[in-house]
T-cell receptor, first 114, second 110 residues
Framework: NAGVTQTPKFQVLKTGQSMTLQCAQDMNHEYMSWYRQDPGMGLRLIHY???????DQGEVPNGYNVSRSTTEDFPLRLLSAAPSQTSVYFC?????????????FGEGSRLTVL | KNEVEQSPQNLTAQEGEFITINCSYS?????LHWLQQHPGGGIVSLFMLSSGKKKHGRLIATINIQEKHSSLHITASHPRDSAVYIC????????????FGSGTQLTVLP
C-alpha cells in the first residue's frame, strides 16, 4: 500500500493563478481531509469528506474548493491564488466514518503565492 | 484563545532523559490524538485515546477527561525522537473535525 499520496510537494504560483493539489489514498478510507499549517499555528481544517459525493467545510474554507468523485481521490483546488494562501498543505485520511479515527497523512505540499 | 494548549512550546533534553509533553483543552471531547511531525515535515499518528493510558514502545500517552488534560511521555529519550509533537482533540459536538494544538518542538541531544 502506498498510503496517502499527495502531489506536488512544492509549487510556486503568482497571485490569481489556479492550481489543484492532488490527494489519493489506497486504504479504502471513507474520511479524507485537507489541512493547512502555518508558522506558530496548529493545523487548520480546510475541507473534509466522509465519502464519495459528500464534502463539507472546515475551519478555513474560503478560497478553496474540493470534490470527492471516488473513494480514493480528494483534490483541493485554489481557483484564484492569494498570498494569504502561502502555506504547507496536508491531506489526511481515516477509516472511521463517524469522526476521524487514526489519521494517515500525506507528505505535505509547500505552496508559495507571490 | 486556542481551544488546545500545549506546553512546553520548546523542549531540549539530553539523551536518556524522561520527557513529558502536556496538552490541555477547553471543550468536551470524544477523543484525543497525539501526532509526531518529523524534521522533514511528514506527520504520523502516535496515539488516539479517549480514556486512561496507552503505551507503544517507549511512548506513553495518558488522558484525564475530568481535568481536560493529556500527557505524552517518552522514556529513555533518543536523538531520533527529535520532532514536533502535536496534540489534537475531537470536540464532542463536532465528531468529524479535529482541533489542533500548535505543537511542541522536542530536541534530544546526544
Amino acid at each position: 500500500n502506498a498510503g496517502v499520496t499527495q502531489t506536488p510537494k512544492f509549487q510556486v504560483l503568482k497571485t490569481g493563478q489556479s492550481m489543484t493539489l492532488q490527494c489519493a489514498q489506497d486504504m479504502n478510507h471513507e474520511y479524507m481531509s485537507w489541512y493547512r499549517q502555518d508558522p506558530g499555528m496548529g493545523l487548520r481544517l480546510i475541507h473534509y469528506s466522509v465519502g464519495a459525493g459528500i464534502t463539507d467545510q472546515g475551519e478555513v474554507p474560503n478560497g478553496y474548493n474540493v470534490s470527492r468523485s471516488t473513494t480514493e481521490d480528494f483534490p483541493l483546488r485554489l481557483l484564484s491564488a492569494a498570498p494569504s494562501q502561502t502555506s504547507v498543505y496536508f491531506c489526511a485520511s481515516s477509516y472511521r466514518l463517524r469522526g476521524p479515527g487514526e489519521l494517515f497523512f500525506g507528505e505535505g505540499s509547500r505552496l508559495t503565492v507571490l | 484563545k486556542n481551544e488546545v494548549e500545549q506546553s512546553p512550546q520548546n523542549l531540549t533534553a539530553q539523551e536518556g532523559e524522561f520527557i513529558t509533553i502536556n496538552c490541555s483543552y477547553s471543550v468536551g471531547i470524544s477523543a484525543l490524538h497525539w501526532l509526531q511531525q518529523h524534521p522533514g515535515g511528514g506527520i504520523v499518528s502516535l496515539f488516539m485515546l479517549s480514556s486512561g493510558k496507552k503505551k507503544h514502545g517507549r511512548l506513553i500517552a495518558t488522558i484525564n477527561i475530568q481535568e481536560k488534560h493529556s500527557s505524552l511521555h517518552i522514556t529513555a529519550s533518543h536523538p531520533r525522537d527529535s520532532a514536533v509533537y502535536i496534540c489534537a482533540v475531537r470536540p464532542a459536538g463536532s465528531a468529524r473535525q479535529l482541533t489542533f494544538g500548535s505543537g511542541t518542538q522536542l530536541t534530544v541531544l546526544p
